[in-house]
């Protein structure tokens, strides 16, 4: 087995990238510290063709050296806002139909795995704090809650692997299925 080359791959330009159908999803960071996190989301985001970004609070935004050692450019393909307080954000996504979904354990949240994802509606996934989770003025504007399902010791994942998860999910009902 050997890998494949870049040329095989036949990724998008940023240009084609940017003018290409994208997931019917934004993701909204609610008061994310690290900026390595930010970062990764970014990298998530570009991977599974993300439509918008949210930066809320106090989450870091572009330019910055520190989101850029791991989002590797995608800050520069992602389309991305920024927001003083998540609950604007939250309130402005669902003012324009989005369907608003805390990543979040929460009272009533859904397993991940038996999430149903409609095909014809556009989705807002809420990540929180790595120490508090999604707010909890945010997490009252927000029509539901997935939960990823866990085995092990730990209450949580770090928010740029639950992205991952969450978003996987997402794409391969929203996006492979097409």
């Not at 019917?24 to 990764?40: E, F, K, M």
């Not at 918008?52 to 806002?81: Q, S």
């Not at 989005?98 to 809420?126: C, H, K």
């Not at 939960?147 to 997402?170: C, D, M, R, Y």
Request: proline share 4%; net charge negative; hydrophobic share 40%.
């Amino acid at each position: 087995m050997k890998k494949k080359s870049y040329e095989i791959l036949a990724r998008p330009t940023p240009e084609e990238f940017a003018e290409a159908e994208k997931l019917p999803v934004t993701v909204v960071l609610d008061g994310i510290r690290s900026l390595n996190n930010v970062g990764s989301v970014f990298r998530t985001c570009d991977g599974f063709a993300v439509e918008k970004l949210c930066l809320c609070g106090i989450t870091a935004t572009p330019p910055d050296r520190e989101i850029h050692k791991t989002a590797l450019g995608a800050e520069d393909t992602v389309r991305w806002e920024y927001y003083t307080a998540t609950t604007d954000a939250v309130v402005q996504l669902r003012a324009k139909g989005f369907t608003v979904i805390a990543v979040e354990q929460a009272q009533g949240s859904v397993m991940l795995n038996e999430f149903g994802i409609d095909p014809d509606r556009r989705y807002a996934l809420v990540l929180g704090n790595e120490v508090f989770g999604v707010s909890d003025e945010c997490l009252a504007l927000c029509d539901g809650a997935v939960e990823i399902p866990q085995a092990g010791t730990k209450h949580s994942l770090n928010i740029s692997v639950a992205a991952g998860v969450v978003l996987w999910h997402f794409f391969q009902s929203l996006y492979l299925r097409r």
